[in-house]
């Protein structure tokens, strides 16, 4: 078989021969890029239900850029990132000035937040759309879609370098940065910001009940393969990259739901990497630890 009819024949067996198939590659790719390194600061900062909470939050508003204009890509991606940024600022109000913890907060208006935007989409959608809203369509990604996922991983890419050392520190110690830094508290609404447009951008992929397993799932699991900063970031885009190409090609092969196949298979390395990574439970309880020599 020549090299021509060998990639012929791989491209067909994996779907890629198709048009929509090669763009949801690229998305879950770029999704990768940006939501990846997003989901290993939340980890760190003991934040991975925020990021839950969070795709929640986006719904409402997502559903009323829907009312306003249908599935229009600018008019769901503003209204998505305009609730994301009210649910999370309300959530800083109430625990400044209540006794409620941001935690508690953010719990409390992102169930409001999934009700409030289920019903919009059920009393004025069809059963097709709360689907599609609540699931996603990877495989119905347009040029759109992907210019957008393209920009918002750029803009994380770029936002992470810039704020690389306070959001470092605030994982290590916040109350030293903001003892001694007033970049602080712009780290961290800076990281909300990216928290959110990430979320977003998933949003219009996986869908808002998908969304944040592409941005928690490899970043736990790559907690269990490396302790130092770098080494867990690649991990965790690697894991979240190969994670949606293995899932389009078993939802492709399978005839299964594209999204929760992506998550499943993310759920399915990180349950395997519990027991095998070097910092696994099984590893952990087995494998002799080494002590250091005086």
């Known amino acids: 078989m020549g090299i021509e009819a060998w990639w012929t024949a791989l491209l067909a067996s994996t779907g890629l021969e198709f048009d929509f198939m090669r763009r949801a590659a690229i998305g879950c790719a770029l999704l990768a890029l940006g939501a990846a ?6 980890m760190l900062r003991r934040m991975s239900l925020m990021g839950d909470a969070m795709s929640h939050a986006i719904l409402p508003g997502a559903a009323l850029g829907y009312l306003a204009a249908g599935l229009s890509l600018p008019a769901m991606t503003l209204g998505g990132v305009v ?13 400044r000035h209540t ?19 289920v019903l919009i989409i059920s009393v004025r959608g069809t059963q097709v759309d709360l689907l599609h809203v609540l699931f996603g369509s990877v495989l119905a990604l347009d040029d759109g879609v992907v210019a957008l996922l393209a920009g918002v991983s750029a803009v994380t890419v770029g936002g992470l370098a810039l704020l690389w050392r306070p959001l470092v520190m605030e994982c290590v110690d916040p109350a030293f940065l903001r003892g001694v830094s007033p970049w602080g508290a712009w780290a961290h609404q800076g990281f909300l910001a990216l928290v959110v447009i990430n979320l977003v951008a998933a949003f219009h992929a996986l869908g808002t009940l998908m969304a944040v397993g592409m941005m928690v799932l ?3 699991s790559a907690r269990l393969w490396a302790r130092r900063w770098q080494p867990m970031l690649l991990w965790a885009v690697a894991t979240a990259a190969v994670g949606g190409w293995m899932g389009l090609w078993w939802s492709y ?24 990574a070097p910092h696994g439970w099984w590893r952990q309880q087995h494998v002799p630890h080494r002590h250091l020599r005086g």
């Open 218 to 220: 490899p970043a736990a």
């Open 253 to 276: 092969r399978m005839e299964w739901p594209t999204s929760p196949t992506i998550v499943l298979l993310l759920g399915a390395w990180y349950a395997l990497s519990l027991l095998v």
């Open 99 to 117: 006794v409620l913890r941001e935690d508690a907060a953010l719990a409390a208006l992102y169930l409001v937040s999934l009700a409030l935007g």
């Open 83 to 95: 609730g994301g940024v009210v649910v999370a600022l309300a959530a800083g109000a109430v625990a």
């Open 37 to 42: 390194p997003v989901g290993v600061l939340l």
